[in-house]
Nanobody
Framework: QVQLVESGGGLVQAGGSLRLSCAASGRTFSSYNMGWFRQAPGKERDFVARISWNGARVYYADSVKGRFTISRDNAKNTVYLQMNSLKPEDTAVYYC?????????????????WGQGTQVTVSS
């Protein structure tokens, strides 16, 4: 069982930066592949980024590639999402997710555990 708690969301102007954090409970955090997804009002939950259990493999959605960076600190049971050059279209609730399995990294259904989400709003 893994419990996830996101933090770091807020209101930022276009071009600004935010860093999201996701703190995980449990002693087996280092065994889980971690992902970030986002959901804008009236839209589906979309893949943003994924990092493998040991940090060796990372994946990004095309829309955030070059602007966002996912990382993890297994000693702190935390995964991060550094978001730079933010755009109004990045406005959404951002969710942290965990999976013990490989799966298809960009499918939300591939993840067993989810946080409650944190709101990111980018003003123009």
């Amino acid at each position: 069982q893994v419990q996830l708690v996101e933090s770091g969301g807020g209101l930022v102007q276009a071009g600004g930066s935010l860093r999201l954090s996701c703190a995980a409970s449990g002693r087996t955090f280092s065994s889980y592949n971690m992902g970030w997804f986002r959901q804008a009002p009236g839209k589906e939950r979309d893949f943003v980024a994924r990092i493998s259990w040991n940090g060796a493999r990372v994946y990004y959605a095309d829309s955030v590639k070059g602007r966002f960076t996912i990382s993890r600190d297994n000693a702190k049971n935390t995964v991060y999402l550094q978001m730079n050059s933010l755009k109004p279209e990045d406005t959404a609730v951002y969710y942290c997710a965990a999976t013990y399995y490989s799966g298809t990294y960009y499918y939300a259904t591939s993840y067993e555990y989810w946080g409650q989400g944190t709101q990111v709003t980018v003003s123009s």
